[in-house]
């Protein structure tokens, strides 16, 4: 039997306080406030008393799970399995918790390869806007709504790379490989499926959602429009499927394979648009073309960074009802919340579409200027999913260590934010003639810096606390509280539209949004009853585990 003795003594030399023990009943039940305060001590009994384990023992908490002959390294830290350790964990019995500014190198070395993998995509878009808009402003103006199709819808589809993410990234934390694979096979079967739909959805129905969408006044924008998202649709299974293989790895805390793949991929996408644009004079279909070979190019040289870590891109697998269930579970509150997301910035792009052709083109600058700015801090949110789990409710639980990650994430969101929202905004105000030429546009765009900017700071923590909501699977709680905030944010927009705010209200309708996630998150993360002080918060999940 386990027992779990809460004292307010020194922990013993002998036993170390790293291993989480999950017991069966308790001895002593401290308050929160206690739990947070008080020095604790976990000593695993028998039947029988056991003599002092030897000092090979002592420095592997795990130690009692594995065989005599399994390797094990110094600091209780198993490489017997070749997956990779949290950075977190301490170096051994009695040692201190790293501090928060060693904690931050060490967050540093994976976010940072990761902030290449989300630069990517909207870099893509970017190098889009920029080649077109030097050519013709109606095509600038038509790919507005054309990257609202293909560029929100692909967003919908975020809901397969967070369930990936935090499926082997949890499995990985219980040390069962096998899991991992069956995961990884039915989830690429799930984004190939969900390719060949959104294939024929935009073959089919494309067209009539453009129409809809820019209005009767803006028809002269469709046939643009529609030739770039027609020739981007034939790249959907691809990408569905490298973004399935790219979060298998980041679940793995593998983030330079990723990046290498998008790198390639981001060279081919520029030297396309270039090459097709600028010297062939393609415009805006040129472009699409250009991005879809990258995209596929992406795709394959994800699937074989995953082969390299040792799980199969090629295994298929079909999902039983079971399997479907527990992905459904995590993945429709996601796709509700992303859902929610999309809705608004697609509203917001609405809202700037009726407000005619020079505010169309001045909002399509700044809102892809703006993603590629937030992208930044997608590597926190990832760096809390990856390495949260294992803190969480993995073999080396700790609170303790997972309130420092998370307090380490938020100081660099804030420091982050600051930063990259300085340099975002001098960007459009300083440079503007690298996007347009068309002193309106750019007259347009200088009218929104301010919301810009306050919007963009806070960006990066928001998303470092949303990130550790999907690590401890409150997917509940995120997904109602993102659609309170489309609901509001909505209703804000609509209001300043109808009031003639003009552009610059509906970016003050996004700042809104911006903040109300961040204080919703935060104050969710802060309750003492919540996943990250409560320690009865997942006892009902945990089981011992074994060899």
């Given at each position: ?211 809809a969408f820019v209005g009767s006044e803006n028809l002269h924008l469709v ?56 010297v062939c004079g393609y415009g805006i279909a040129g472009a699409a073309w ?138 459009p105000w300083l440079f503007p003639y690298i996007f347009t030429t068309d ?109």
């Open positions: 039997m386990d027992l779990l003795l809460l004292t307010s003594r020194s922990p013993a030399p002998t036993y170390s306080p790293s291993r989480p023990h999950f017991p069966h009943r308790r001895l002593a039940l401290p308050s929160p406030l206690a739990l947070l305060a008080t020095p604790r001590i976990r000593i695993r009994t028998h039947a029988r008393l056991l003599p002092p384990r030897p000092a090979a023992a002592r420095s592997d908490p795990g130690a009692a799970e594995h065989a005599d002959d399994t390797p094990v390294a110094a600091g209780g830290i198993d490489e017997s399995d070749g997956s990779v350790v949290s950075v977190l964990r301490s170096d051994g019995a009695g040692s201190e918790s790293p501090s928060i500014w060693k904690q931050i190198k060490e967050i540093a070395v994976f976010a940072g390869p990761a902030s290449g993998l989300w630069i990517c995509g909207p870099l893509m878009s970017l190098i889009d806007t920029m080649v077109i808009g030097q050519g013709s402003s109606l095509e600038l103006a038509a790919l507005g709504p054309g990257t609202v199709f293909c560029d929100y819808l692909c967003y919908v589809f975020m809901f397969l790379s967070i369930a990936t993410s935090n499926m082997v990234a949890t499995s990985l934390a219980k040390k069962d490989k096998r899991l991992v694979q069956h995961q990884i096979s039915m989830l690429l079967f799930v984004a190939f499926a969900c390719g060949l739909g959104m294939l024929l959805f935009t073959r089919l129905l494309g067209t009539q959602i453009l129409s046939p643009a429009a529609n030739s770039y998202i027609q020739i981007r649709s034939f790249a959907w299974p691809a990408v569905l499927v490298g973004m399935v293989a790219q979060s298998a790895s980041l679940g793995m805390k593998d983030s330079w394979g990723p990046l290498k793949a998008l790198a390639v991929a981001s060279a081919v996408n520029g030297f396309g648009v270039i090459f097709l644009c600028c250009a991005t879809m070979l990258s995209q596929v190019v992406a795709a394959f040289m994800m699937m074989e960074t995953l082969r390299k870590s040792g799980f199969s891109a090629l295994s298929v697998s079909i999902p039983s009802l079971r399997d479907f269930l527990q992905i459904l579970g995590i993945a429709a509150p996601v796709f509700m919340t992303m859902t929610s997301k999309v809705a608004f910035y697609s509203l917001l792009t609405y809202s700037a579409t009726s407000m005619g052709t020079i505010t169309i083109a001045a909002h399509q600058v700044m809102i892809n200027v703006f993603f590629m700015c937030t992208v930044f801090g997608e590597p926190l949110s990832q760096t809390a999913q990856s390495f949260m789990p294992e803190l969480m409710h993995g073999v080396n639980r700790s609170l303790e260590k997972a309130r420092m990650l998370q307090k380490s994430l938020v100081v660099i969101g804030a420091i982050g934010g600051l930063t990259i929202g300085a340099v975002g905004t001098s960007i002193n309106v546009v750019i007259g347009e765009m200088h009218k929104v810096l301010l919301p810009y900017f306050i919007a963009l700071m806070v960006t990066p923590s928001t998303l470092s606390l949303e990130g550790t909501l999907l690590a401890g699977r409150d997917l509940r709680f995120f997904s109602l509280s993102m659609i309170a905030c489309f609901c509001v944010a909505g209703l804000l927009l609509s209001l300043v539209c109808s009031k003639g705010f003009g552009l610059p209200g509906c970016w003050w309708a996004l700042v809104g949004f911006q903040w109300a996630r961040f204080s919703l998150a935060l104050q969710r993360l802060l309750s003492p009853r919540g996943m990250l002080f409560s320690e009865e918060y997942y006892q009902h999940q945990l089981v011992k585990l074994k060899t």
